[in-house]
Structures are given as structure tokens and as C-alpha cells.
């Protein structure tokens, strides 16, 4: 076999898009940018992984590109592909501008340019959309690839892709997804971060986190809903506030300001309170501020506390940045006994050691240095700043604060550190920690036991008035059943004051199955009657059935299958049968490679009844094959929602009979033998 052969045997490949070679790109000064990726790889395998990043490219350019690539390689740790990263400006444009046999193959286009907007991404020459790692693609030759397989997609073809290499597109039916993606899906023998990184070196595994690789990241819009729900319901769980009050007078703090923790000022402000937030990478905290989402930013941790306390005094809602160190942040705290109502952190702790955590006592520069020139010193600096951190929150704790994880593997991370006493069994996380996950306590009971997860939608004509006007028609449709839907109501009518949207024209709303099958229905309603453009429904993938994780979204279920990851499967396959546009399924999410399985997927309404049929199956099936997992596991919100189904549905979910646990205890005293007979 010889490449002339193999290129004249492909339609869609690089030299069709790029006659020539591309010039080698200047980068934007200001633009921040990926660290170096840890870099293992022995002489053997960066052959390999030159060999597997010139697949893409006709040989002709080889000459050039293996140079290129191996310095992109013993300096970035990864593959990137600048050359081909596009000169001109890459934004979610109106659907209108983008070439395509349809409009599931345009739509799809606005949603990765969206994820690659300068405005929205966190490392965009990377392809980093947020979390540190979440990456859209791997390298920039995938995504000239993949937009071409979009451009060229017919209605009854489906294009497959593998941590962002497009394997082509494939004979399928109309009512199939056009697009299926998996993202770092490993076999469970290598399952873990070492192989991980080996693998992305070699170019064979991308990190899609969820919303990034599953192109469904709408910017910190995309958690500020969820983030303001966690703020209220745990104010109304853990410090008694009632229900129709907010957190007017309470003081919560946090640290980051990133990509999916930048909401987290926003949120503070939008629930009522004052939101105490610690960032050392200030072009953050700059971008924060910029978008109004920080009102103040401070220096020093007496400032911090002074003006919160000023404005917690004054029960006046504000967000404040601290430029520095949540470690040092804690520790003033801690020393000047100073009253901390809700703690919580959102740094990337699924990635402590390749700069998701940067370690106290180093400037966000002077930790990316490190990182390049000495990762063993880097890696015990991370070690000691989180066994301060730990030690700070855990006398906060003592003094009356309420700290919960919020899903980003930071005790998992003090554990890895050293630190068995954060587990509840002082050895290992097997019955979890001292403290509990935002899921564990407030949102699994509170949201996700009854349906309630991010529904969110993108107005694909990029026009105010659609996104108005769905606003409104989705506001309509909010029955107030129970408190969460008054919530959720509430946000949605005052969703335009907040000043939400990052790039796309996006929306957020917490909605139950039966709430997301109706405003789905109607958004497709006002498209088939011309009212509004065309729109992509779809959702985090941090939802009721998206996400099987230990220590994030089933760390509420408690008989044992916390650690199985059937559901997301099944979602992910249900979704396939039932004609999702789109269907991700994705390995790590937010908490870290092997630490959980995510699923999301991408619905476009274009008016059709053929859609309204996948709206009544495709999205109840979502929403309610993770209540038919938690009924399952006895969750009592769960289970009365399943009983509900059951009884106003076609389905028929099955429920468990409940067992007397103090029999059982009393007979298993009497009898048990260790090891068994």
C-alpha cells in the first residue's frame, strides 16, 4: 500500500481543505494557554506518536511537520497542530453562515465553534474549553476533518468519532444520531491517569470532561443555575433559611474563577449573598470582572474579609474576588476566627498534579514554570498545600462553617496527598469522606432524586429575540408543582438581568422530564410556525441519569452500585435508539480519568413532528432512566417519583420492596461468621 493510493481513496481529507500547507500561526499575546502536559514517552513511543499525528496529513508535508510536531511534543507534552489552527476569528456563528447537507450538520458546527471561542474557552489554541483539561479535540487537524464530515453529513448517515478522530461517516437512517462521540473510553486494566497521558502523548485519548468533547458548553452560564441552587438549598438545609428566603446576610466562599467555577461569584450574587472567591490566575478574575460577574477584586485576605463582612452586614449582595491563594485565604480566616457560613472548592482537583491546583506559596506563573521544568518538586508542593488546605477547612468546620465538596475530587485529591483521615473510615475512600459532596447532601435529594438536572437550549440563528422569546414560552411552562419549580421559575424570569450569555445565545433551567418534555415540545412548536429559528436542546452531562461517579452525581447512592457505571451506558445507548441528533459518551468528567463515566447528547428542533416524537421518548428516557437507577437504590425521592411514573406512564419502572434494617442488623448479629461457614 503506498499513500498515493490511500489519498486517492478519501473525498474528505486535509489537502482537499488546504491546497498548501498553512503558514505557522502568531500567537495573540494575552491569550492564556495550556502548560506543558506531562511528557513520559520513551524514544520508541514519540516515534509512535509522530507516526500517529501524520496520519492526517498528506506526505508531502511530512518533511516539515515532523519537526514541528515533535518540538509541539517536548514542549507542550501534546500534539497540537497550530499550523492549522484558523487565522480568522472561531465563534458559534448564526447557523446561517455555515455550509451543509443539514441542519443537524450545520447546528453542530455552531456548537464547536462556540467551544473554541476565544471569549469562551479556557486554553482555545489548545482546545481546551474548561476544567484544565476538557478538550473539544485533540489537535487541530480533527477539527478541520470533523467540520468537513458536518459540511458533507447526509440524513441517513452518521459520523463516529473516537477523542475527537473522526472514523468517517457511516451508512445509518434518518431517525439515527448524525453524530456519536466517545471520549478516553479505556479498558479497565489501564484505566487510570499514568495510562491516560500516556495515551494522549501518543495522540490515541482525549479528555472531553463532558460538556467540552460533547460541544454542549454554553460558558459558566452552563453552572451558574446549578451553582445558585446548591448556594440556596444548602442555605435553607444547613442554616435554616426558609424556603421563600434567600442568603441575604451569609458568606460563602470558594476558590476559582474559571471556566465552570467562574459562575460561582455570579451564583452567590443571584441566591442573595456575598461570595468570597480566591483566584491566583488573574486573567480569570479580569474576565470575571469584565463580564460584571466579580463586582470588587482585593489583594490581601483582611481587605477580602472587611468588605465582605461589610456588605454581609448590610445584607447587600456582592461578589468579590481575592487575588491569591485559597490556602492563605482559609488560613486568615482560621487565625482571626472569623465567621465562614457556606465553604466549598473549585479548583480542578481531577488534575492537581498537571496545574489544575496551583500549591501555595507559588505564584500562578512560577507554578507554570515549575510544572515545565521540575514536576517531581511541583508534585510534593501540591502534596503540602492541600494537607494545609485540609487542616484550614477542617478547623473552619470546628467553628461553625458548612463545607461541601462540589464535585471536583478535592478529598479525593487530600487523600492521594496523604491524608487517610479525610475518609470516614480513616483508611480509604471506600464508605467516602468526612464531608460530603454538594451531591451526596443537597442536589442528589434536593434535584437530581426527582429529575430535576442543566436542561439548557442555543438559539443556532444567534439572535436576542429567539432567546427571548424562548425564555418566556419555557416560563410559561413551569407548573409549580414543588418549591424547585417556584425556583427555577424565578431564575428563568429574571435570567436576562443576570447578564448570563458567554458566546452563543444560551439558556440554563433546571427542569424535571415532564418540564423538559414540554418546553421541548413547544420550542419545537414556535419553530415549525416560524416564530423562532432553529435550536439545540441538550444538557450537562452532570445530570439525574448522565453521570455514574462515586464521588460527584451517584455519591447518593447508597446500596453499593455507587461504583457501577451501567447507567450513563444505558442512558447513552437509549439515546442512540431513540434519535438524538447527538449522543457522548465520555470517560472522567469532572472529578478525573477512571473516576466516573458521563454521557450527554444534542437534540435539534427543526420544527418537525418526527422531532416531537423524539422530544415524548428520546427525552423523558433521558430524565427517567436515572429515576428507575435511583428508585432503584431505595433514594425515597426517587422512589415516590417512580411510583408517580409508573402510574401516569406507559413505562413501568421496577421498584424495590423496602426491607426492616433493624431486623435484618438483629439477624445478621446473631448469625454472622466471618469469612462465612
Not at 478541520?144 to 458536518?150: A, H, N
Request: a neutral charge; one cysteine or more; proline letters at 4%.
Amino acid at each position: 500500500m503506498n499513500n498515493k493510493t490511500i489519498s486517492d481513496a478519501m473525498k474528505i481529507k486535509l489537502e482537499e481543505i488546504f491546497p498548501e500547507l498553512p503558514s505557522y500561526p502568531e500567537f495573540v499575546p494575552g491569550i492564556r494557554r495550556a502548560p506543558k502536559r506531562e511528557f513520559v514517552l520513551s524514544e520508541k513511543e514519540t516515534v509512535l506518536a509522530l507516526k500517529n499525528a501524520l496520519r492526517y496529513v498528506p506526505e508531502k508535508w511530512h518533511g516539515v511537520l515532523a519537526e514541528e510536531f515533535l518540538e509541539e511534543l517536548l514542549t507542550r507534552g501534546r500534539i497540537y497542530g497550530y499550523r492549522f489552527r484558523p487565522k480568522e476569528r472561531i465563534y458559534g456563528k448564526p447557523i446561517d453562515e455555515y455550509r451543509g447537507r443539514t441542519l443537524a450538520g450545520r447546528a453542530l458546527q455552531v456548537m464547536i465553534d462556540n467551544n473554541l471561542d476565544i471569549d469562551v474557552a479556557l486554553y482555545p489554541y489548545e482546545l481546551v474549553t474548561y476544567g484544565e483539561t476538557g478538550a473539544v479535540f485533540q489537535n487541530w487537524m480533527q477539527y478541520w476533518l470533523v467540520k468537513r464530515y458536518l459540511e458533507e453529513l447526509e440524513e441517513d448517515q452518521t459520523l463516529v468519532i473516537a477523542s475527537g478522530h473522526p472514523f468517517g461517516i457511516f451508512k445509518s437512517h434518518p431517525t439515527a444520531p448524525r453524530v456519536i462521540i466517545t471520549n478516553g473510553l479505556m479498558v479497565g486494566l489501564y484505566d487510570d491517569l499514568e495510562n491516560w497521558n500516556r495515551a494522549a502523548s501518543l495522540g490515541v485519548a482525549s479528555y472531553g470532561q463532558m460538556t467540552a468533547g460533547g460541544w454542549m458548553y454554553i460558558g459558566p452560564q452552563g453552572i451558574v443555575h446549578g451553582t445558585y441552587s446548591t448556594l440556596l438549598n444548602a442555605g435553607r438545609e444547613k442554616l435554616g433559611i426558609p424556603r421563600d428566603k434567600n442568603l441575604a446576610g451569609k458568606l460563602f466562599v470558594s476558590s476559582g474563577l474559571g471556566g465552570m467555577s467562574g459562575a460561582q461569584g455570579k451564583a452567590a450574587v443571584i441566591a442573595g449573598g456575598v461570595g468570597l472567591i480566591a483566584e491566583v490566575d488573574y486573567s480569570r478574575i479580569k474576565t470575571r470582572y469584565e463580564q460584571g460577574w466579580i463586582h470588587t477584586i482585593v489583594d490581601t485576605p483582611e481587605e477580602a474579609f472587611n468588605l465582605a463582612y461589610k456588605c454581609v452586614h448590610e445584607k447587600t449582595a456582592r461578589a468579590i474576588a481575592y487575588f491569591g491563594n485559597i490556602v492563605n485565604l482559609l488560613e486568615y480566616a482560621d487565625r482571626k476566627n472569623l465567621k465562614i457560613d457556606l465553604l466549598s472548592d473549585q479548583t480542578s482537583c481531577h488534575n492537581v498534579y498537571d496545574g489544575g491546583y496551583c500549591p501555595v506559596g507559588l505564584t500562578y506563573e512560577e507554578r507554570t514554570e515549575m510544572l515545565r521544568e521540575n514536576k517531581t518538586r511541583f508534585t510534593q508542593l501540591v502534596d503540602i498545600s492541600l494537607k494545609r488546605h485540609y487542616l484550614a477547612i477542617k478547623a473552619l468546620v470546628s467553628k461553625g462553617a458548612y463545607f461541601f465538596d462540589y464535585g471536583n475530587s478535592f478529598m479525593k485529591a487530600v487523600y492521594d496527598a496523604g491524608v487517610p483521615e479525610i475518609c470516614r473510615n480513616g483508611k480509604n475512600p471506600d464508605e467516602g469522606f468526612i464531608w460530603p459532596s454538594y451531591v451526596e447532601d443537597i442536589m442528589g435529594p434536593i434535584l437530581f432524586d426527582y429529575g430535576y438536572g442543566p436542561f439548557r437550549w442555543v438559539c443556532l440563528s444567534g439572535k436576542d429575540e429567539d432567546l427571548e422569546k424562548t425564555d418566556q414560552a419555557a416560563l410559561a411552562c413551569i407548573d409549580k408543582r414543588r418549591f424547585q419549580d417556584l425556583d427555577n421559575y424565578n431564575w428563568i424570569k429574571n435570567s436576562r438581568d443576570y447578564n448570563l450569555v458567554v458566546g452563543t445565545k444560551a439558556r440554563i433551567l433546571y427542569q424535571d422530564a415532564v418540564g423538559r418534555v414540554k418546553i421541548a415540545l413547544r420550542f419545537n412548536e414556535m419553530v415549525r410556525n416560524k416564530e423562532i429559528g432553529p435550536v439545540m436542546i441538550g444538557r450537562d452531562h452532570h445530570d439525574v441519569g448522565g453521570t455514574d461517579s462515586p464521588f460527584r452525581e451517584t455519591a447518593n447512592i447508597r446500596d453499593g452500585s455507587n461504583i457501577m457505571a451501567e447507567m450513563a451506558t444505558h442512558v447513552f445507548a437509549g439515546n442512540c435508539a431513540r434519535g438524538m441528533t447527538l449522543a457522548v459518551l465520555h470517560n472522567g468528567g469532572g472529578v478525573g480519568i477512571g473516576k466516573a463515566i458521563n454521557g450527554g447528547f444534542g437534540l435539534v428542533l427543526d420544527g418537525s413532528e418526527r422531532v416531537d416524537g423524539i422530544i415524548k421518548t428520546a427525552l423523558a428516557w433521558d430524565v427517567n432512566g436515572g429515576i428507575a437507577r435511583r428508585a432503584w437504590a431505595r433514594n425515597p425521592n426517587s422512589l415516590a417519583t417512580a411510583v408517580e411514573h409508573n402510574l401516569n406512564s406507559g413505562d413501568q419502572i421496577t421498584l424495590p420492596y423496602l426491607a426492616d434494617e433493624e431486623m435484618l442488623a438483629s439477624l445478621v448479629r446473631r448469625k454472622y461468621v466471618p469469612g462465612g461457614k
